[in-house]
């Protein structure tokens, strides 16, 4: 990425932080045209919400697609987080699984908990508590409080035989995708 990308993307971030947003989308913006996936998954995110400029969801779609095809863990989490809500896309879960598998085995935190909820509900993957319990573990190992709390109801619906193969998976997952805490925007 040349100088002037990671200088349009620290432009853009500080804009961000600062909540002037149509700075933010057009300094991003020029990261993103440049390659750089983090100001991709970014400017996804300003066009799905319609910060510093019109709601966008093609564009939005666009530009997470971008960033996790480049192995941004944010941009996959982004892309599953669209196909599960069907807002901007037609409903997908198996494309949403597909999503949250590849940045939850990054150690992204909210596609752990994601891929556990997935597992939960059966949604485009087989259900499986026992798996939905070990992928809330990996997020809960991190203090995410969504994932505590749903291992819990997942914790009351396993015998006792489950929940050790539950932990037994989670610590396994847990050495091979520890989760990662990600810095905030």
């Known amino acids: 990425m040349a100088f002037t990308a990671v200088a349009d993307f620290r432009a853009g971030l500080d804009a961000y932080r600062r909540g002037d947003y149509a ?4 300094e991003l913006l020029q ?6 996936p983090d100001a991709q998954s970014k ?5 799905a919400n319609g910060l510093g400029g019109a709601r966008d969801f093609a ?10 095809r480049q192995g941004l863990a944010k941009g996959e989490y982004n ?10 896309v037609p409903r997908d ?7 949250y598998r590849r940045a939850a085995e990054q150690g992204f935190v909210e596609a752990q908990y994601s891929l556990g909820g997935m597992y939960h509900k059966g949604q485009g993957i087989a259900q499986s508590y026992v798996q939905a319990f070990a992928w809330l573990s990996v997020a ?10 749903m291992r819990e109801v997942v914790r009351s619906k396993l015998t006792s035989l489950q929940l050790e193969r539950g932990r037994t998976a989670a610590r396994a997952l847990y ?5 990662k805490k990600e810095t905030p925007p």
Request: glycine share 8%; aromatic share 14%.
């Open 79 to 88: 892309l599953g987080v669209v196909y599960a809500e069907g807002r901007m």
């Open 140 to 149: 809960a190992a991190s203090g995410y409080e969504p994932a505590i709390d």
């Open 43 to 47: 400017v996804g995110v300003l066009y």
């Open 175 to 179: 050495r091979k995708y520890p989760p």
């Open 93 to 99: 879960y198996r494309e949403a699984v597909k999503w």
């Open 23 to 26: 700075t933010a989308r057009r």
């Open 59 to 68: 564009k939005a779609v666009k530009w997470f697609r971008k960033a996790a």
């Open 31 to 36: 990261a993103a045209r440049a390659g750089d």
